[in-house]
């Protein structure tokens, strides 16, 4: 096995971004978390303020041997909207926006490089509102966000919001799906 890499997405409620990462094949550990605000050890209930500054995020792990980063992105691109600021269906406010927070400076250059070719080629309709920065004040979510959807299938949102989130992956990567 490589040296495992990490990247931190912020796409929406990380119930959503987590329950499709565990799937991934080549994702080796997916945590669901808070980064790049003003909070040290944030809570669940102080970012839903919207007051902390921090997105909900999840950070992958991953084996870069098995799966690129590009290859994530373009999971993370079909499976939240990037053209929405701060909003993710119904889910409202900067704790939900779309962000992608790198750690290397080899990481911002694939970044920047898809996100470039996703707009040239007009792939959304609409610019592209991603917010790329180096990962700051990564806290993981408390212990009951870890695998919610794996624990909470039933759950009115996870059965209206992240379970067609999960069935979109599983179509438009069927490769990727882990076996």
């Known amino acids: 096995m490589s040296q495992s890499q990490t990247i931190t997405l912020g796409g929406g409620c990380f119930w959503c971004t987590e329950a499709v990462y565990v799937k991934v094949r080549g994702v080796t550990d997916v945590e669901s978390g808070y980064s790049n605000g003003q909070a040290a050890r944030p809570?669940?209930?102080?970012?839903?303020?919207?007051r902390t500054g921090c997105n909900e995020v999840v950070k992958l792990t991953y084996d870069p041997a098995d799966i690129t980063l590009r290859e994530i992105l373009e999971?993370?691109?079909?499976?939240?909207?990037p053209t929405s600021l701060n909003r993710q269906g119904n889910d409202a406010g900067t704790q939900?926006?779309?962000?992608?927070?790198?750690?290397?400076?080899?990481?911002?250059?694939?970044?920047?490089?898809?996100?470039?070719?996703?707009?040239?080629?007009?792939?959304?309709?609409?610019?592209?509102?991603?917010?790329?920065?180096?990962?700051?004040?990564y806290w993981p979510a408390e212990d009951y966000h870890q695998d919610y959807f794996e624990n909470n299938p039933n759950q009115?949102?996870?059965?209206?919001?992240?379970?067609?989130?999960?069935?979109?992956?599983?179509?438009?990567?069927?490769?990727?799906?882990?076996?």
């Open 96 to 137: 939900y926006r779309s962000g992608i927070y790198y750690e290397t400076p080899e990481q911002k250059e694939v970044i920047d490089d898809f996100i470039r070719e996703a707009g040239q080629d007009k792939t959304f309709g609409k610019s592209i509102v991603t917010e790329v920065l180096p990962l700051a004040d």
């Open 43 to 50: 809570s669940y209930e102080a970012v839903c303020t919207g």
């Open 75 to 81: 999971i993370f691109f079909v499976i939240h909207d």
């Open 156 to 179: 009115g949102y996870c059965a209206f919001v992240v379970g067609p989130k999960v069935e979109k992956f599983r179509k438009t990567f069927a490769s990727r799906v882990k076996g």
